[in-house]
């Protein structure tokens, strides 16, 4: 069983900073995709950042600049640097992992619980 966790989450003032990890779980021998979605109180879903296994990134366009995503393979563990955080940033923000290998199953994709990220103004 593939678990993601998230952590890093909390309140922050607008123009400051937080970091997002999210690390998983069990045995595994690779994961492809990382990254990044997030959702605001009544809207969808949508992308943020995503890494691939090399280190191809990429960032929604409300995010260049701002946010930086990185992953440590060896731990499979993907972090989201942001700053100059927001108000409109305020979102639970959510971890996948896409094509997931372990001994006994390929997992097409996995999902984090959530971490809530609130920017004040």
């Known amino acids: 069983q593939v678990q993601l966790v998230e952590s890093g989450g909390g309140l922050v003032q607008a123009g400051g900073s937080l970091r997002l990890s999210c690390a998983a779980s069990?045995?595994?021998?690779?994961?492809?995709?990382m990254g990044w979605y997030r959702q605001a109180p009544g809207k969808q879903r949508e992308l943020v950042a995503a890494?691939?296994?090399?280190?191809?990134?990429n960032y929604a366009d409300f995010v260049k600049g701002r946010f930086t995503i990185s992953r440590d393979n060896a731990k499979n563990t993907v972090y989201l640097q942001m700053n100059s955080l927001k108000p409109e940033d305020t979102a639970v923000y959510y971890c996948?992992?896409?094509?997931?290998?372990?001994?006994?199953?390929?997992?097409?994709?996995?999902w984090g619980r959530g971490t809530l990220v609130t920017v004040s103004s």
């Open positions: 069990g045995s595994i021998f690779s994961i492809n995709d």
């Open positions: 890494i691939t296994s090399g280190g191809s990134t």
């Open positions: 996948y992992a896409a094509h997931v290998a372990t001994p006994v199953r390929d997992y097409l994709e996995r």
